[in-house]
């Protein structure tokens, strides 16, 4: 398993929603829309499979880091509650980590 910061899966998370963002505008489609549809094997004309491919490509990225990014946040949460119990809260500014299975 590899390890992933918090830094990395927002840098990711930007890049793969300006990129999934491109594709809606150049669509008129949603990207959770779209990836239901090419699941399915719907859109596959032949004219934008390398367009589909990709967009494709990087909403699974979107989806993989948004859970790891829910994943590290809720493990957090959790943690600052423990704290809460001695007291008040105490929010530290090393960068949390998770470790991640590669897709």
């Known amino acids: 398993m590899a390890t992933v910061t918090i830094t990395e899966i927002l840098d990711d998370l930007r890049a793969a929603d300006e990129i ?3 594709f809606e505008r150049r669509y008129w489609l ?3 829309d779209f990836y239901e549809l090419y ?4 859109l596959d ?5 390398d367009d589909f491919a ?5 909403y699974k990225i979107k989806l993989d880091r948004e859970k790891d990014l829910q ?17 008040t809260i105490r929010i530290v500014l090393p960068e949390p980590v998770i470790e991640v299975v590669p897709s």
């Open 20 to 22: 999934t963002r491109r």
């Open 30 to 32: 949603s990207s959770a």
């Open 39 to 42: 699941s399915q094997g719907l």
């Open 45 to 49: 004309d032949g004219e934008h499979t």
């Open 54 to 58: 990709l967009w494709a490509g990087f």
């Open 71 to 87: 994943r590290l946040s809720q493990e957090r949460v959790r943690r600052l509650r423990e704290q809460a119990r001695s007291g």
